[in-house]
């Protein structure tokens, strides 16, 4: 199993990126995809993630509105569209796979599948 995560740059405040999260050994449809993000000397924080049975996504609060989190089923690929970047958004973010119950979405440790991470500056 491997997940990629890409589409990572430098970005002025106020700017855009798209992540993309693809897999091989893995069918996304069959797990919940987590967006999280790490900044340097700060714990791992959930993003966003989408479920799959139910077509349901769940944001943070600080990126509600902001980031949107969507798939794509023919190409087994997950998208996190960031509008309205901040500084504080700066991180290397990582897309995982993993089946938590819904009330756990946003804990990291129930995904055991991890992509290699992408790295994200937004300047001010």
């Known amino acids: 199993v491997q997940l990629q995560a890409s589409g990572g740059g430098l970005v002025q405040a106020g700017g855009s990126l798209r992540l993309s999260c693809a897999a091989s050994g893995l069918t996304f449809r069959s797990y919940t995809i987590g967006w999280f993000r790490q900044a340097p000397g700060k714990e791992r924080e959930f993003v966003a993630a989408f479920r799959w049975s139910g077509g349901i996504a769940y944001y943070s609060f600080s990126v509600k509105g902001r980031f949107t989190i969507s798939r794509d ?6 998208y996190l569209q960031m ?7 700066t991180a290397v973010y990582y897309c995982a796979a993993g089946r938590p119950i819904t009330s756990a979405t946003m ?4 995904y055991g599948h991890w992509g290699q ?8």
Do not use: R
């Open 73 to 78: 089923n023919a190409k087994n690929a997950v």
């Open 83 to 89: 509008n309205s970047l901040k500084p504080e958004d």
């Open 107 to 110: 804990t990291p440790n129930l």
């Open 117 to 124: 991470g992408t790295q994200v500056t937004v300047s001010s």
